[in-house]
């Protein structure tokens, strides 16, 4: 049995180094790995390479059948699709950058991995129709500009998602720590809102 499941691993491990994604993502953030970091920020942006991998094929899949469907549509059409892609593309973007890991307990990183994961697909499929839609209505001289932007967004969005996975747990640590402080003041005889009071006036 767990000769098989070494086997299987090993199989993951070699797709992994072959798969164009991974490194286009190890490139992406490198600067990451230029600091000091401690084994579980390591592990978790190994994870989060691995979910942006997905999001990265499900967004190339989608954006083929996207190209296939708009050679054959009319002008028209493809820009009622850009108008009715900007709605999707607003709520999703902003649902993902209002997301945050740090409010999240670190016992459910494996939830909060999943759940930015299919917004994050949601918000790239959405915007990279867009993007290809307004393609194939604007001038091929536009494209190298409307690159541009996409891959700028791509870039922004993945990296601050890993930079805020940094903070998995936060909120409940600071929240931890300040009940622990209260404790102490209570303990110690400090209403710390007197002195809070006392500093303003």
């Keep these: 049995m767990d000769g098989h499941l070494n086997s299987i691993h090993w199989r993951m491990h070699m797709f992994q180094k072959l798969d164009p994604f991974y490194w286009f993502l190890k490139a992406m953030l490198r600067g990451f790995f230029k600091v000091e970091l401690k084994s579980e920020e390591v592990d978790f942006i190994s994870d989060n390479i691995q979910k942006h991998r997905k999001v990265l094929w499900i967004n190339l899949i989608a954006a ?12 028209k059409d493809i820009a009622t699709l850009i108008t009715a892609l900007l ?28 759940c930015t994961m299919w917004m994050f697909t949601a918000f790239l499929t959405s915007l990279t129709t867009m993007f290809i839609a307004v393609g194939f209505v604007t001038p091929a001289v536009v494209w190298p500009v409307l690159g541009i932007v ?21 909120d409940e640590a600071q929240l931890r720590h300040s009940r622990a402080a209260v404790r102490y003041y209570k303990k110690q005889g400090i209403d710390p809102d007197a002195i809070e009071q006392a500093s303003k006036e």
Excluded: H
């Design 64 to 75: 083929i059948f996207v190209v296939l469907a708009l050679s054959k549509t009319d002008a």
């Design 150 to 170: 996409y891959l700028s967004a791509l870039f922004a969005c993945i990296q601050y998602d890993t930079a805020d996975g940094m903070k998995a747990g936060l």
């Design 87 to 114: 709605a999707p593309v607003m709520v999703m973007g902003g649902a993902w950058f209002a997301i945050s890991f740090g409010a999240i307990p670190a016992k459910l990183m494996n939830v909060s991995l999943s």
